[in-house]
């Protein structure tokens, strides 16, 4: 998979590094972002470790990370991020995506998620995964703009939804 800058209409969708670290824990310093995927807020300092960890790609090989800080052209602010982690035998990617209570609501989630999986349609995926608890009402609609449908399928109580890419 390519990891490339990703342009929508109002986003920038760029690679993530640890020079993201500190915009990035401050855009989600919410504890309320995470109600429903347990944890807190890191710190800058966690978030770098965790921005050098996902920046330096998977250790496994059979296991492709994409990681995306999204910055609105507007204001310059970095907003949240995308993530994809691609299976390419399975020509399958299970996504993630978290954008600051301050910009929620203005639909940016939903314009950088559908930018990834265009660019991962594109890389050949065929198969979009993402997991969702079941009060998520947010993820969930999310999930349903890009065309996501939930299935009888759970993995540590959250539901998995699943989407057929088209070919391009």
Known sequence: MLITPLRT???DLLPLTPEHADELAAALADPALHAFTGGRPATPEEMRARCT????GSPDPAVAWGNWALRLRADGA??????ATVRPQA?????AWAVGTPWQRRGMATEAARALLDHLAATGVTT???HIHPDHEASARIAR???????PH???????WRADLPHP
Do not use: F, H
């Open 9 to 11: 209409e109002r986003l």
């Open 53 to 56: 960890r996902l920046a330096a």
């Open 78 to 83: 970095l907003t949240g991020y995308v993530q």
């Open 91 to 95: 020509a399958e990617a299970e996504l």
């Open 128 to 130: 979009a995964l993402a």
């Open 145 to 151: 703009a890009l065309g996501l449908r939930p299935t």
């Open 154 to 160: 759970t993995q540590d109580g959250e539901i998995r």
